[in-house]
């Protein structure tokens, strides 16, 4: 891989506290195979589109790429609500960073690359099925203009891993700003290691915020910006119905990025109390839940923080619980942003948040296709047909009176019909990674057959596409394929 193609990973772990990075060598694996590479976010990352013929071996875990040093980092997380003092990658190993042409830094990850400090009881491996979805649904997330982790390469492992039956292994190598969590800022506050808090947010205003740090009060900065990045992150998943299934704080990044990507699922028809994970049984982590959950996990941060927020603990506890009221603005003003763009609105009155939510009142009411309603209401300012074969608006009194105030709402817009539905065209998408066509992909490359990833990739990358050939993914499931449970897959 010579460095002026392919630039070598470099290291940037000399700010990290003490014991963040436990170094361990992948486990190698039989007979690795790359089965997905992805083209686009190499070039990305200033790599080759075609990937290299050592790349089954690097991304496999059998060779190390050029300046690798692979670590497992600890975190500590609250899970389901309950807090765990040390968690940490039990199998995922961190290579390095790559800096990218226009000098973003990128972390390089293996997942499923075997054994680590932290693995418990764990192999440490991966099967294909998880990868696959962490897979197609990043790149999902990213073709939606998501914050999001995405995966740079899939490589077959010659192996079987247990699971409930034994299943083809597989490696992800995943792409992020950073690994670091809220979790990891917990691991230390945990043991009241306050000069490793200290480091770790040091090192996180200048991976992420370097703009806070020669501020006044950075570490309150830090927590005002990771807040509110996370604001405007769950009012994204809640515009396109991203359910992400296990919001434990070890899976909140601090960067603002869409991470871990176990029981996640899209709604199907709408209703606000959908849960996938099997098992969230209690359904604290619901689709209507995630904006709560997300404030709830940002005061874990907070505690951790509070020692550097101010000497007096008063004055510092005063200054957190006022970024928690901030991120419920953050929240509601991102939300109410993101809900005028899919009703065509460019303008802003002050009905338009309770017409939004008397949509969803309305799509509630007979359990529409979340997804296919904000697509086919996109087609009426211009009068484009809709299409036979897919699910239209619900023909109900309140979706009736619903639309006679929305069409009297654009007439005070004064735009051009056709302007309002290219916006709105541009804003609601027809394709998102649909989970019965997920679980179709999976089970096809089970079977040895790749082609339907590969074509539900293509699609899920084009998702405001709705050409004829988008048309197949468009389709909501049959009640027969309909996918009521995700599984972490660890």
């Not at 089965?35 to 190499?42: H, P, R, S, V």
């Not at 440490?124 to 099925?129: D, E, H, I, N």
């Not at 992420?208 to 998943?237: M, S, T």
């Not at 992909?441 to 988008?470: C, H, K, M, N, S």
Request: aromatic share 8%.
């Amino acid at each position: 891989m010579p460095s002026a193609v392919n630039p070598a990973l470099l290291i940037d772990r000399a700010a990290w506290p003490p014991d963040f990075a436990r170094p361990t060598a992948p486990t190698p694996v039989p007979a690795p195979r790359l089965l997905a590479w992805n083209a686009d976010l190499a070039e990305r990352l200033g790599w080759p589109a075609r990937p290299s013929a050592l790349a089954s071996l690097w991304f496999g875990g059998n060779v190390p790429p050029p300046g690798a040093e692979p670590v497992a980092t600890a975190y500590a997380g609250h899970q389901f609500g309950v807090f765990v003092p040390q968690l940490g990658d039990g199998r995922a190993l961190l290579l390095g960073d790559v800096l990218a042409p226009d000098g973003a830094r990128f972390e390089i990850q293996l997942k499923g690359a075997g054994r680590t400090p932290f693995s418990r009881t764990g192999d440490g491996r991966a099967a294909l099925g998880p990868v696959l979805r962490e897979y197609l649904v990043g790149e999902g997330m990213h073709a939606l203009g998501i914050p999001s982790t995405r995966a740079l390469a899939v490589v077959l492992s010659g192996q079987q891993v247990l699971r409930e039956q034994p299943l083809p292994g597989a490696v992800l190598t995943r792409v992020a700003a950073s690994h670091v969590r809220v979790g990891s800022f917990q691991y230390y506050a945990a043991r009241g290691d306050l000069a490793s808090v200290r480091q770790l947010a040091d090192w996180t205003i200048r991976r992420h915020y370097p703009e806070l740090a020669d501020g006044d009060a950075p570490y309150l900065e830090l927590l005002r910006a990771v807040a509110r990045r996370q604001a405007e992150l769950v009012a994204a998943w809640m515009h396109v119905g991203f359910v992400h299934g296990v919001m434990n704080t070890d899976n909140m990044a601090v960067s603002g990025e869409t991470i871990d990507y176990g029981p996640c699922a899209f709604l199907d028809e709408y209703h606000p109390g959908k849960v996938f994970s099997s098992i969230d049984r209690g359904g604290r982590y619901a689709y209507g839940a995630q904006p709560g959950i997300a404030q709830w996990n940002l005061a874990r941060l907070a505690e951790s923080l509070l020692p550097l927020l101010d000497a007096d603990e008063e004055k510092a506890l005063a200054q957190a619980r006022q970024v928690m009221e901030d991120f419920v603005g953050w929240y509601g003003e991102a939300w109410r942003a993101g809900g005028r763009r899919k009703l065509g609105l460019a303008t802003a009155e002050d009905g338009d948040e309770e017409l939004a939510h008397a949509f969803l009142d309305a799509l509630q009411e007979v359990e529409a296709d979340y997804t296919l309603a904000f697509r086919a209401l996109s087609h009426l300012p211009d009068g484009r047909p809709w299409f036979e074969d897919l699910p239209a608006l619900p023909k109900t009194p309140a979706m009736d009176a619903w639309l006679r105030r929305w069409r009297e709402r654009l007439a005070r817009e004064a735009r051009a019909p056709e302007d309002v539905a290219a916006g709105m065209r541009a804003t609601n998408p027809a394709v998102i990674p649909r989970n019965h066509q997920v679980e179709a992909a999976i089970t096809a490359a089970y079977r040895g057959e790749p082609d339907v990833f590969e074509a539900l990739l293509a699609a899920v990358r084009r998702p405001f596409d709705d050409g004829e050939a988008q048309r197949p993914w468009m389709r909501p499931p049959t009640v027969g394929e309909r996918v009521l449970q995700t599984f972490c897959g660890t």
